[in-house]
């Protein structure tokens, strides 16, 4: 098991979280580096990331959650998260593939029926599905909420 911290990220960060969240492929927009929080290696490298994302004035997301893949299974999404959720924003929405579903959910959240979805979810959940079945994924995108 590695020692690390979490702390805010730093401004001369940007590109590494950048890159580590192109690195693991999850999506690349809204990367705003004042959001993050980062866990970082004893040599005060990047090594996990998260932030909560605002989309418009009412809707928050809990997104970029990115472990360096040679730092998996150590715990760092789950301690990010909970850093995140302790004095976050509610209702807080988050995006995952089907399968990361029962992971958000021993955090509280809790997969939303198209209907219950914010119209912006809506689209992205639209777009999603296109994608997956072109790509023949046996996934599908899960929009969750914490109440």
């Known amino acids: 098991m590695s020692t690390f911290n979490l702390r805010p990220a730093r401004e001369t960060e940007a590109t590494t979280i950048k890159d ?18 980062v866990a970082v290696n004893a040599q005060d490298q990047i090594i996990a990331t998260g932030q909560i994302k ?7 997301e809990l997104a970029s959650i990115a472990v360096l893949p040679e730092y998996r299974g150590q715990g760092l999404a789950r301690l990010i998260i909970e850093y995140l959720l302790n004095d976050g924003p509610r209702p807080l929405y ?41 790509s023949s994924r046996d996934e599908k995108l899960l929009v969750m909420k914490l109440q």
């Open 54 to 60: 605002p989309h418009g004035s009412d809707i928050q």
């Open 20 to 37: 580590l969240i192109h690195a693991v492929g999850i999506n690349p927009m809204g990367l705003d580096w004042k959001r993050f929080i």
């Open 94 to 134: 988050l995006t995952c593939v089907s399968s990361l579903g029962p992971f958000y959910e021993k955090f509280g959240f809790r997969a939303l029926e198209y209907d219950e979805m914010p119209r912006y979810f809506q689209r992205i959940s639209k777009l999603a599905g296109l994608v997956f079945l072109l």
